[in-house]
């Protein structure tokens, strides 16, 4: 993407959180359109850093509200639960909130296993969670939830930087490899997170 054309959304996100009432758009709730913008805002202002880059971007329904959706996503906890096989393991030492860290151990279809520790950095219930990854990847994920017919509209963006020389070097290769495999780990989350969510509204109406 050229910067003329990542320039545009950001302006647009920009006019819609310096002026909430006059800046936003007529189609969608000023809600959804606000949370779109804090999301774009974020990002863009990570800027891009140097070595091998790799972003992604995966969208789709829940049927399921967005607190029960959220709970799941923004507590690492959970995700050995239903977040499988991928999630091997995933520790911290309190519920999620700003700051908190969390570690991770978990793999994709490619034959090696990586642990990571994140750190949240975005969290606006029910709409966004957003952290920063170090270790065997460093990268920075948001989760981003508006409503949707029946549920709850899942975006993910995953930005992670491949730091090592060789994997630098190696990149134009390896990038449709990665590719594959982010998206066979985020069709697992797409088959575990709705009936989870939907367990959680179960047992809280149970209670």
Same mark, same amino acid.
């Given at each position: ?9 950001l ?6 959180l ?36 790799y972003?992604?971007?995966?969208e ?12 799941l ?6 995700y ?9 393991e995933?520790e911290s ?5 700003p ?5 991770q ?5 490619l ?6 520790r ?7 219930p /029910?709409? +966004?969670? @957003?952290?920063d990854? $170090?270790g065997?990847?460093?990268g &920075? ?6 409503? #949707?017919?029946?549920g709850t509209?899942?975006?993910?963006d ?6 090592? /020389?060789? +994997?630098? @070097?190696?990149?134009? $290769?390896?990038?449709?490899?990665? &590719?594959w495999?982010?998206?066979w780990?985020? #069709? ?11 367990r959680?509204?179960e ?5």
């Amino acid at each position: 993407m050229c910067a003329k054309s990542a320039s545009k959304p950001l302006a647009a996100a920009r006019l819609i959180l310096d002026f909430p009432q006059e800046g936003h758009a007529a189609q969608s709730p000023v809600a959804v359109q606000r949370a779109f913008a804090r999301a774009a805002a974020w990002l863009a202002g990570r800027g891009r850093e140097g070595g091998g880059e790799y972003l992604f971007a995966d969208e789709w329904d829940v049927a399921a509200p967005a607190e029960a959706v959220f709970d799941l996503l923004a507590d690492a906890r959970t995700y050995p639960s239903w977040w499988r096989p991928v999630y091997l393991e995933a520790e911290s030492d309190g519920p999620p909130e700003p700051g908190r860290e969390s570690r991770q151990h978990f793999k994709g279809r490619l034959p090696y296993h990586l642990r990571t520790r994140s750190t949240i950095t975005v969290f606006e219930p /029910p709409r +966004l969670i @957003g952290a920063d990854v $170090v270790g065997d990847l460093r990268g &920075r994920g948001l989760w981003t939830l508006t409503p #949707a017919a029946g549920g709850t509209h899942v975006r993910f963006d995953w930005q992670v930087f491949a730091d090592k /020389p060789l +994997l630098r @070097g190696l990149t134009p $290769v390896l990038r449709p490899l990665f &590719r594959w495999n982010h998206a066979w780990a985020i #069709a697992r989350a797409q088959a575990g997170l709705e009936p989870a969510a939907r367990r959680q509204v179960e047992l809280a109406e149970q209670t």
